[in-house]
């Protein structure tokens, strides 16, 4: 059974930083293409950033410089590096998992609030 755990949300205050975590159990990441979504209080999950199987990134413009996804092999994780972040930035963040075949995979959320 496929599984993906996000880790690493929490309260972060404007312009710091913090490091999410996507971990895999029942299949390995390097053969999906790993996206981050978002979504905030009375808005629509949002794209924000993805990582393809050959390494390829893409943000969106909201996030685009602030934000980096990456792969670790080893340890089967993708991984969602956020700085200079903002009260905008407040949402449950969401790892996704998919394959040319179709299949795809969530995990349950992690909370990131960015607050004075």
């Known amino acids: 059974q496929v599984q993906l755990v996000e880790s690493g949300g929490g309260l972060v205050q404007p312009g710091g930083s913090l490091r999410l975590s996507c971990a895999a159990s029942?299949?390995?990441?390097?053969?999906?293409?790993m996206v981050w979504y978002r979504q905030a209080p009375g808005k629509q999950r949002e794209l924000i950033a993805e990582?393809?199987?050959?390494?390829?990134?893409n943000y969106a413009d909201s996030v685009k410089g602030r934000f980096t996804i990456s792969r670790d092999g080893a340890k089967n994780t993708v991984a969602l590096q956020m700085n200079s972040l903002k009260p905008e930035d407040t949402a449950v963040y969401y790892c996704?998992?998919?394959?040319?075949?179709?299949?795809?995979?969530w995990g349950q959320g992690t909370q990131v609030t960015v607050s004075s």
């Open positions: 996704n998992g998919r394959r040319v075949t179709g299949a795809t995979y």
């Open positions: 029942g299949t390995t990441l390097s053969i999906y293409v």
């Open positions: 990582v393809t199987t050959g390494g390829s990134t």
